[in-house]
């Protein structure tokens, strides 16, 4: 029995074939037309295939009839006559392999096919029976086409339909139209093109035009191709894009046809009903389809030139693979950008129950360039929800980073005696006279918890015109001196300003000149006061993140004062050259804190931009570029008499752990390492070491590849340090394979570690968040094995728990496709 019968035409398809050595034009003859090339495809793919159609009693006609038979499509009722010659096609391909054509058909053998050539018994038996419009141009083919369609439906053989429109073929357009709604009376499967769908519906929009089709002729499966887009289906109750392959297109003809050869193919293969299929079967069907279509275009001609199974499962194999690869850093517990540069926070806010994270990013490519605000939201702090971005550029130029705040009695008089969002930001552009960077603070204001934003007419609202540096405002409310406070960067130094209605500033101190590290340009500040331990002291802290500057081998990192702020200006506490780093990793930079965390919470929760400038535009990240730490808590605590900074990730992500293995004294040797087997890529350590042996431990995050993540501590130098030289791809930037740490005193001989490892960084926090290292990473494959070992003699690991954690996507380890 025959799967599948194609009617229509078989034609030459004359294709450009360069200039001849007397400058004429080539042409290379292609077997095709539509139907025929749909049941090659199909014959390609092993389907079974007839085809009924008419060629001329000349060469081409004998052409076609080989090379249908040699494609595997059985050709007992292709005739020939004299009454015509065979049709030919001469094709015009453009640059992007785009064809248009010219038709030797006044009249072509195809269009004398007869009712009486059309072998009914055959029909009646075979599974389905394909056909297009261009039979029914002309008498008798027409009656032909639909003698063969009428006796398909009579014994309910499934029909698919191609209205392959070519108006030159018609007397007019309205003729065309009215046979092709014949046809689609009958249509079980109907694929049409973007144009195809507009010239029947009228509409261009593939949704509404389809559900127009769809209830008017009760088609069971419409199916819209888009070019390299992939296509649109409409299937009983449901509908759905799928993606297209991008290929380097030579020849785009037989490309529908190839796409519908595919779909038949596997429409039949599964054998239910069209009416049973699952979006996900959809999808792999079509995703076949595309496949096949994009192949045949890589090729010239069309019948002679379908694909077979293994080449489209080849490509689609390949192209997933790419896809996985592009996205196998994704992070599962940290924040990263839907696509796209991503680099600081801003705008960390607390509003009406959620959470906002505004970021610095690009949206149309993975390296900084004008800048946006992104923006997410979160109930929890883990999981964020992406909105639309925020700010985009605008006359006064890019949106650099800047902070938002609550203004709760509307002091900004923006909001019409409510509340609402203001965002504090830097505008950057190029001075018009001086040609050099200028940088101005600006605002914008949202009354819609942050979905939609206005620019304040009067921006910007502060400019400094002898400042080149001068950016990111941080801005809070100072209860004391009932005024706005904003910090912000000038260059080598903070400098305070204060409003009473965020749109008015007054210089009223400066900061920093000769403080802490010069060692790149001041950035991102932040300003807030914590408690001390449980003292009730509090002290203020003040962070400034500096850049980076090609001597430094860290790159670009923040540092932190201790001091006092007295509603004008900092006072340190500490001398001029005391510095304290917030982070001893090589990826934590530009962090700020969320503004207006509810009073009950009380929680200073900090979030940095886990990557630095040394290599930020370089990171094999793929698709997108640029993540955040995860959200910390910040206290002060003293140490040693001075006060100190310490940070935990926040609780609410201990929501993630889904499995957890305790051990408790367990003695380690160079002999007898501690060894756990696994295969995850999102974990949680924790790690209670006596070290008073005085040996270096390590403990190791083993992939199946070569890659391995050391998080180590000496007891002799007293030094915690993470080395990812081995860590998986290095090689994008000189500076990232590296071991580095941080001086860290054990505590009665023992030491805490608590570690997060994802997929693109690693976070360990020492004595409760005394030190911090967070390190981005980039693994050849999931951990297989953590390694806990020493160099020679023995440690105790007084305590040990391993969590497997879950990725705040879903579901789990797949990648939400926005
Ligand atoms: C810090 C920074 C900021 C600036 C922003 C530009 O990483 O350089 O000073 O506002 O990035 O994207």
């Known amino acids: 029995m025959l799967d599948v019968i194609a009617i229509g035409e078989v034609l030459i398809d004359f294709t450009p074939a360069g200039r001849s050595a007397g400058g004429n034009e080539q042409f290379e003859c292609n077997p095709g037309g539509a139907p025929a090339n749909v049941a090659a495809a199909l014959s390609r793919l092993g389907s079974r295939t007839a085809m009924i159609s008419k060629v001329g009693e000349d060469q081409f006609g004998s052409l076609l009839h080989r090379t249908l038979l040699s494609s595997g499509v059985d050709v007992s009722d292709v005739s020939f006559t004299n009454e015509a010659n065979t049709t030919l096609a001469f094709v015009h391909l453009d640059d992007q392999g785009d064809r248009s054509f010219s038709f030797f058909r006044k009249p072509g053998a195809d269009t004398f096919l007869h ?27 027409r009656t032909a086409t639909r003698t063969a369609v009428l006796k398909a439906k009579e014994a ?48 261009s929009d593939v949704e509404k035009g389809s559900l127009e089709l769809q209830q008017q002729f009760e088609i069971a499966l419409i199916v819209v191709t888009l070019a390299e887009k992939g296509c649109y289906y409409r299937v009983a109750g449901q509908d759905g894009y799928v993606p297209g392959f991008k290929v380097k297109a030579i020849d785009t003809t037989g490309a529908g046809d190839a796409f519908l050869g ?90 009406e129950g959620s959470y906002h994270l505004f970021y610095q990013h690009h949206p149309f490519g993975s390296k900084w360039a004008p800048m946006h605000w992104g923006h997410a939201v979160s109930q929890d702090l883990v999981h964020w929800e992406h909105a639309p971005i925020a700010l985009f550029p605008d006359e006064h130029g890019a949106i650099f980073s800047g902070c938002c705040v609550v203004d709760w009695n ?32 600006s605002l914008a204001y949202s009354s819609d918890k942050g979905q939609i934003w206005h620019k304040y007419d009067g921006n910007p609202v502060l400019a400094e015109d002898d400042l080149i540096d001068f950016r990111d405002p941080k801005v809070f409310w100072h209860p004391q001196s009932e005024r706005w406070v904003m910090v912000i960067v000038a260059g080598d130094h903070a400098r305070f300003y204060a409003s009473t209605n965020l749109r008015e500033w007054s210089l009223t101190g400066e900061f920093g000149k000769g403080e802490g590290s010069h060692e790149g340009v001041w950035e991102c500040p932040d300003l807030f006061e914590l408690p001390v331990d449980d003292t009730g002291n509090s002290k203020w802290v003040l962070i400034i993140s500096i850049g980076d500057h090609p001597d430094c081998p860290e790159g670009s990192r923040t540092q932190y004062f201790i001091g006092e702020f007295d509603g004008n200006t900092f006072i340190n506490d500490n001398p001029a050259d005391h510095i304290l780093w917030q982070d001893y990793g090589r990826d934590n930079y530009a962090g700020v804190t969320w ?17 630095n400038w040394k290599y930020a535009n370089e990171t094999p990240t793929g698709s997108w570029r640029g993540a955040m730490t995860l959200p910390r808590v910040l206290s002060l605590t003293s140490e040693d008499e001075s006060v100190v900074l310490t940070q935990m990730p926040v609780r609410e992500i201990q929501q993630l752990r889904k499995g957890s293995v305790n051990w408790k004294e367990v003695t380690v040797t160079p002999e007898t390492p501690f060894i756990k087997k696994m295969n995850e890529d999102l974990l949680e350590i924790e790690a209670d070491i006596d070290i008073r042996s005085g040996e270096e431990v390590h403990i190791g995050l083993k992939s199946s590849g070569l890659s391995e993540i050391v998080i180590g501590y000496d007891p002799v130098q007293q030094w915690l340090f993470i080395d990812r030289s081995k860590s998986g791809v290095t090689d994008f930037h000189p500076s990232f394979a590296c071991k580095h740490g941080a001086k ?15 997929r693109n960084a690693v976070e360990v926090y020492a004595n409760n968040g005394l030190v911090a290292l967070t390190d981005q990473i980039f693994p050849d494959a999931p951990i297989e094995k953590v390694e806990v070992s020493t160099q020679s003699g023995q440690v105790v690991l007084d305590s040990l728990q391993i969590h497997t954690l879950k990725s705040i996507h879903i579901p789990d380890g797949v990648l939400e496709q926005k």
């Not at 191609?162 to 003729?175: C, Q, T």
């Not at 001989?749 to 997060?756: C, E, F, H, R, T």
């Open 744 to 758: 860290m005193v054990a505590k009665n001989g023992k030491i805490k570690l608590q570690i997060w490892l994802d």
């Open 410 to 441: 509307n002091s900004s008089g923006l909001f019409e005696d409510s509340h609402g969002l203001i965002a504090i930001f830097t505008h950057a552009d190029i001075h018009p006279e001086t040609r050099q960077p200028r940088q101005r603070q």
């Open 115 to 141: 009712s009486k050539d059309v072998p009914l018994g055959r029909i009646e038996t075979c599974k389905a029976l394909h056909f297009g419009s261009l039979s029914m141009t002309h008498e008798p083919a």
């Open 262 to 351: 595919c779909l038949l193919h596997k429409v039949l293969e599964n054998e239910s009903s069209l009416h049973d299929l699952t979006s996900q079967q959809m999808s792999s069907m079509l995703t076949f389809a595309n496949a096949g279509a994009a192949l045949v275009t890589t090729r010239k001609g069309a019948l002679g030139s379908m694909p077979t199974t293994d080449e489209i499962n080849q490509m689609i194999e390949f192209e997933s693979n790419k896809q996985f690869n592009a996205d196998r850093f994704r992070p599962g517990l940290h924040f990263s950008p839907p696509s796209n540069w991503a680099n600081d926070p801003n705008g960390l806010v607390y509003y």
């Open 156 to 203: 309910g053989v499934l029909l698919s339909f191609d209205p392959n429109i070519r108006f030159a073929l018609w007397e007019s357009k309205e003729e065309a139209r009215q046979n092709i709604y014949w046809c689609m009376n009958y249509a079980d499967i109907l694929k049409v093109s973007e144009e195809e769908l507009s010239f029947i519906t009228g509409t």
């Open 595 to 611: 503004s207006d965390i509810p009073e009950q919470d009380g929680r200073r929760v900090i979030i940095g931009w886990m990557s």
